[in-house]
């Protein structure tokens, strides 16, 4: 996969403008979106140049992976900064848009919050889960069912509900 390319201006910020990047790791940099759609709004780039969610496979889920974790100990961070409560699950949104969504052609993560500081058309139309924006967990599971990869927890007794199918020494009595 080719990690730079000339022109792109994503490839740009993430190899040679360290002043706009706000939190950087080994594959992944995270900017603010230019036009911000809530309070805060966060774009995660691949350092690797991948023009969009389509062109991923599951090699892929380990870089899916750390943009989240990377976006997410970001915002946790500025929201502790601004002395405001931690993350509440319910008002945030994480993922990708799909084409024909995509305004530029390199993989970036939209990470959004809160909710409730959206527009209208923002939360229901161009950032609402469905056909042209996913989150990162069901692009993930998509990208694992593709592969024929079982989910990670699969198997796992800890995992399993039904007390009937747990084993013995599993179940309190």
Same mark, same amino acid.
């Given at each position: 996969m080719v990690t730079s390319v000339a022109g792109c201006r994503f490839c740009e910020i993430a190899h040679h403008?360290?002043?706009?990047q706000l939190r950087s790791k080994e594959r992944c940099v995270v900017? *603010? #979106?230019?036009?911000?759609?809530?309070r805060y709004h966060f774009l995660v780039l691949s350092k690797t140049h991948i023009p969009r969610p389509t062109d991923l496979t599951a090699a892929d889920i380990p870089l899916i992976e750390e943009m989240e974790s990377t976006g997410r100990e970001l915002l946790r961070a500025t929201l502790k900064a601004n002395g405001e409560a931690d993350?509440? *699950? #319910?008002?945030?949104?994480i993922g990708f848009h799909y084409p024909p969504m995509i305004s530029i052609n390199h993989l970036h993560?939209?990470?959004i919050y809160p909710l409730s500081t959206m527009g209208l058309i923002s939360r229901t139309l161009t950032f609402r889960p469905g056909k042209v924006f996913k989150s990162t967990g069901q692009v993930v599971e998509a990208l694992r069912k593709a592969a024929g990869l079982p989910?990670?927890?699969e198997g796992n007794p800890a995992k399993n509900d039904n007390a009937d199918e747990l084993?013995?020494?599993a179940v309190a009595n």
């Open positions: 403008r360290k002043e706009v900017i *603010e #979106d230019i036009n911000p759609k809530a993350t509440v *699950e #319910d008002m945030l949104r993560m939209h990470l989910h990670p927890l084993p013995a020494h």
